[in-house]
């Protein structure tokens, strides 16, 4: 248990910025609701699962709807006390501790917001150990876990109730209302145990997030003796996919999700060679010179080519210089019912999914 | 008190599908809903409002959505039990007893197959006096009574809970899982007490709808002296607006609505003239030679020519002989609140409220 300061805070949405691969919401916004509410409320205390005793009660605190809408709308302070009680009078329990459902710069932020509104602790966990865009896509829908009883509530004070037959159809019912509430609501889902939790949460994610910020941050001020580049692609774990400029971004906002393209041309070493990148919220396949290099689940990481920031979809534009990584995704979504849930096939995507780093072996993006 | 029978549930179908001009759903499909309800549960009981104790708890039961998906979705039992259950726990307390939200031949009976599954009395009540197309469309609404917490379930168990800033919104969000749900849902919504009830409902509704009912059932036999059809517009209370064949149904299921017109050429004494009413589950407005003669929220109600039974919307088909009639709608509709939730420009017809008895006036429609 540890409490969390500003530079926690900062470090934590960087990281999880970076492991959203492109989707997760603005890290920036992030953290200015979590700092604010921090510094309104009160500190937000992390907890490591392991201090989850098996019958605690747990949900996740999330945005739920398409990042551009997300920046453009105000967050207030009620929806986390609105979305609680709804909770709490369904389940007919107080909850112990939120967790965040997905890494990314907003939905890491709001239960640290959360828990400094609620004074409840976060755990350090959550369900996809990166973003995806739709909310049947985490660990716990592989572990048969409900995403309901789950909470819905807008900037207007709006309030509906899930009871579902399936995290499928949570999806589909909660995205209809995300929609005709404007594109972006406040949600609370996935109540569980602390053992479930504990069994197929991706533990230790706002840990890893945090270190990641914080190398992201020094990555110019290290002394590794490696250039800015080796060291953070050390750091990261990353494959090494593309270094090149945006020349175009071919936006969609359709049913509440951002679908594009991004296109580069490469630069430096890739200098005459070409790259895109399609996205739904979170980057789901890059391919180079036509040779596809990784693939959902696997995360897709654009960073700025200087500071190594993470680059989320919405802020991709044409003329940013930037650099393309590779990073293993969680394991549990590389077996048969994982894959169903966010292989490629899911997305559309004409391939089989095939690990990042044999996609890349012997070729340029081996580290 | 009074149990229904089965002759009263068939004239309470064929009575409220006249009420629910043109919308409400289909009284075939209605009247066997509820007669195989209380076949297998037992008997339904209606009670006069005046009998319900001020403090008593009712809430409406009520399909949503496209009358035409509506005959083609399986309706269970299952769904009043999941509607009752989830608001007793929102509302923290029983219900006393139900009532049907408007007049129609689906949504008279299911409050009468919900009495009959759940043993509790229907109230002869209503908040329209009519059908109407959107939820917000209540008497209720006028009088400023919230119609959440609202339930909403599926064929397939799906269940969803509403609070709402307002009436509108409830609409609106309700809708939009109503159309991913596949167009069509079962309702609990706007709770209330007795004395609400007793100011704002459509009192002693289901009577009426079985007296007239019954009239239509026996129009041809009857001994008044007078012709068939000068004994349904009395009976009716009808305004006579046309008589003719159809010659054209334009149809657009859009928005879990259906939208649409229906042309006429004129028989009998209206030979050689034609006419139109347009529609949005309901009939909204009709117009012949040119000259509109009734609109929302006045009824407008097209039946067959012979028979004198109502036509719903999605039975209209080319061919068919009709005879069209204006009732006058219930005395709240036609006051500024009531005009401003369901007048002719709320629709989209470009013509103010002016009461079917006075655009009537000195017409062939007198009687």
Redesign the interface.
């Known amino acids: 248990m540890r409490k969390l300061d500003i530079t926690d805070i900062e470090d934590i949405a960087l990281g999880a910025a970076l492991l959203g691969a492109g989707g997760g919401g603005d890290p920036y916004i992030g953290k200015l609701i979590a700092i604010g509410a921090v510094r309104e409320k009160g500190p937000a205390v992390l907890i490591d699962p392991e201090e989850l005793e098996d019958d605690a009660q747990v949900l996740a605190i999330a945005m739920m709807g398409a990042p551009t809408v997300l920046a453009e709308k105000a967050i207030g302070g009620n929806e986390y006390r609105t979305l609680m009680n709804?909770m709490t009078?369904?389940l007919g329990r107080s909850v112990d501790a939120i967790y965040p459902i997905e890494a990314g710069g907003v939905n890491s932020m709001l239960p640290i917001a959360a828990s400094a509104h609620l004074g409840i602790p976060i755990v350090d966990a959550d369900g996809m150990g990166r973003a995806f865009p739709e909310l049947q896509m985490v660990t716990f829908t592989i572990g048969g876990i409900d995403s309901c009883p789950m909470a819905l509530t807008d900037e207007?004070?709006?309030?509906?109730?899930?009871?579902?037959?399936s995290n499928k159809?949570t999806e589909?019912?909660a995205?209809?209302?995300t929609?005709?509430?404007g594109g972006a609501v406040s949600v609370a889902l996935y109540p569980m145990s602390g053992k479930q939790m504990k069994e197929y949460g991706v533990l230790n994610i706002l840990t890893r997030s945090q270190k990641l910020g914080e190398a992201i941050r020094t990555v110019k001020n290290q002394d590794s003796g490696l250039s800015p580049e080796e060291h953070f692609l050390r750091f990261s774990e990353g494959y090494k996919l593309f270094r090149g400029k945006i020349t175009d971004v071919r936006r969609e906002t359709r049913g509440a999700f951002n679908f594009g393209r991004v296109l580069l041309d490469g630069t430096g070493e890739y200098k005459g060679r070409s790259a895109y990148v399609d996205f739904q919220n979170e980057n789901l396949l890059a391919c180079v010179d036509g040779e596809i290099l990784a693939t959902v689940p696997d995360l897709i990481c654009i960073v700025d080519a200087e500071t190594f920031s993470p680059v989320t979809t919405d802020a991709l534009k044409y003329g940013k210089r930037v650099f393309v990584i590779g990073l293993q995704c969680f394991g549990l979504w590389r077996t048969p019912a994982g894959l169903e849930l966010t292989g490629p096939r899911y997305f559309g995507c004409e391939t089989d999914y095939i690990p990042v780093e044999e996609r890349c072996k012997g070729g340029q993006a081996d580290v």
Chains 1, 2 share one sequence.
């Open positions: 709804m009078q369904f207007k004070g709006n309030c509906v109730l899930y009871r579902t037959i159809w589909e019912l995205r209809s209302v929609m005709s509430c």
